[in-house]
């Protein structure tokens, strides 16, 4: 179980603050935003909701958590916390309500992944624990709906866990990769804790520790005939061919069956398409030919467009380490807090960069369809509602202004996680969440290619907004 510990000391030193001034139970809310699409693509992929919610489920302050709070000093060797904020600290329990996009669904800039409600401490002390949960998991979902989609069809294997940045990078990666559209992994933890089928080869060092590569084969399929994959690349790839194919006529005389070779190095396609000719001649026509070595989505596709005869991707260090774009710029914001009266007052961020300039308000996502594809997301205000033909405000450069009829249906995307503190989501499998992306992915991909998707604000909070800025800089220009 992670601690509340697994945040920013800022956080902590702002909730302190708030405690002592009395302001730690008014209610709040925030919103968890990405500001720009990742790889430089046009969409991502929503993953973390799970993690986060084990999280919430056990979020408390251990007396462990608390003697070492309580060891934390000032540069003059003074107590950082009081005893009473400390004993406050542990007695304190999740209560706050969660909405959240689920996993697995097509998300786009500046729209909330997520919306918290409850005590402005506790809003506060999880902000930097689900930015680290959603910005990395949702981040390799969308590099892996990448990989899936340059392989039109054809398998891809998770093979990232020795470059992954740690333990726990390795195993949310596994978990985000899968459920981007990754057929299975190579990491065995991941695949027990998460339900991921596992698959692999075997390496280099299997082949040297033998005298020879036609014996290294023969031994592996002595003890895997049933799952007899060859890596063929160690001395010379077309021989290791011509071995493996000896080797899978040894299986075959003794009810076993060559499931595969690998490649890893060379020139993929020349090589792959070499390998398959040999394969067919010999009559290994149903035997793969996984390639691995440094793929990603644009590798892959170059090597489709080579006609490359490859029927398994291994895509490692490039999925793991989302090696193109390793972090995805996601946000916590403050949107709205109760006053002394008890009323709602809407704050955002003001910048001189406008994409920083964020939203007020308590917000939903409502996602507005035409013969069941996407045509337009727009933000609106809980409170203030939204009407039946919006007016709507692009968030593009224009600011571009419109009414939205051309609609047959819509879906409000944030959906209820928490109620007070009480976890209430359904339960859904991960192969369920895996089957939702690869959908969303093929059918967003379908009817809207490289094309940016329109993203907007409801007319009346887009004018709360305009009105809050001009408020807020006329009060802090004094």
Same mark, same amino acid.
């Given at each position: ?25 008014? +209610? ?13 693509? @046009? ?21 462990? +958590? ?16 009081? /005893? ?8 304190? =329990? ?51 709906? =990448? ?20 333990? %726990? ?17 190579? @990491? ?23 005298? %020879? ?19 063929? +690349? ?7 061919? /011509? ?23 060379? %020139? ?17 026509? @149903? ?45 916590? /914001? ?46 609106? %205000? ?97």
């Amino acid at each position: 179980m992670l601690s509340p510990l697994l945040t920013d000391l800022y956080q902590l030193t702002m909730a302190y603050g708030y405690w002592k001034l009395g302001l730690h139970e008014r +209610d709040a809310v925030f919103h968890l935003i990405f500001r720009k699409h990742p790889f430089n693509g @046009n969409y991502a992929v929503s993953c973390g909701l799970e993690t986060i919610s084990e999280f919430l489920k056990n979020w408390h302050f251990s007396a462990d +958590d608390i003697d070492y709070l309580a060891s934390l000093t000032t540069v003059n060797k003074k107590h950082l916390f009081t /005893k009473d904020f400390l004993a406050y600290l542990k007695k304190l =329990r999740f209560t706050c309500d969660v909405d959240a996009i689920a996993e697995g669904m097509i998300v786009f800039p500046n729209e909330p992944l997520l919306r918290i409600q409850g005590p402005l401490i506790q809003g506060q002390l999880l902000e930097s624990t689900l930015l680290n949960f959603l910005n990395f998991q949702t981040l390799i979902a969308t590099k892996s709906a =990448r990989v899936h989609q340059a392989a039109k069809g054809d398998a891809v294997i998770e093979f990232g866990m020795r470059r992954a940045q740690g333990a %726990d990078g390795a195993l949310s990666a596994s978990r985000a990769a899968y459920i981007g559209g990754c057929e299975a992994t190579s @990491n065995v933890l991941a695949g027990k804790l998460f339900d991921i089928p596992v698959r692999g080869t075997h390496a280099h060092s299997w082949v040297t520790a033998f005298p %020879d590569e036609k014996s290294a084969f023969s031994a592996y399929a002595n003890v895997m005939p049933h799952n007899c994959v060859l890596l063929v +690349d160690t001395f010379d790839t077309l021989l290791g061919v /011509k071995h493996a194919i000896e080797v899978g006529k040894e299986l075959r005389a003794h009810g076993g069956e060559l499931h595969g070779i690998r490649l890893d190095s060379g %020139d993929l396609a020349a090589l792959s398409i070499q390998a398959r000719l040999m394969l067919d001649e010999a009559g290994f026509k @149903n035997t793969e030919i996984i390639a691995s070595n440094s793929l990603d989505e644009y590798r892959i596709q170059q090597l489709k467009n080579q006609d490359a005869q490859i029927s398994v991707w291994g895509v490692g260090t490039h999925l793991v380490t989302a090696y193109d774009h390793p972090a995805l710029d996601g946000v916590y /914001k403050l949107s709205a807090i109760k006053n002394a009266k008890n009323e709602w007052d809407y704050k955002l961020k003001i910048s001189e960069d406008p994409v920083k300039i964020s939203n007020p308000g308590i917000h939903q996502v409502r996602r507005f369809f035409s013969d069941e594809n996407y045509i337009t997301d727009v933000i609106y %205000d809980i409170p203030q509602g939204i009407t039946e033909t919006p007016e709507i405000i692009l968030m593009d450069e224009q600011h571009t202004q419109k009414k939205l009829a051309n609609y047959d249906a819509f879906v409000d995307l944030l959906v209820p996680v928490f109620k007070k503190g009480k976890y209430i989501y359904p339960h859904e499998s991960i192969h369920d969440i895996r089957a939702r992306a690869i959908e969303q992915t093929h059918q967003f991909i379908k009817t809207h290619g490289e094309k940016t998707y329109p993203v907007a604000l409801f007319k009346n909070l887009y004018d709360v907004k305009q009105k809050l800025i001009s408020e807020v800089t006329q009060a802090n220009s004094k």
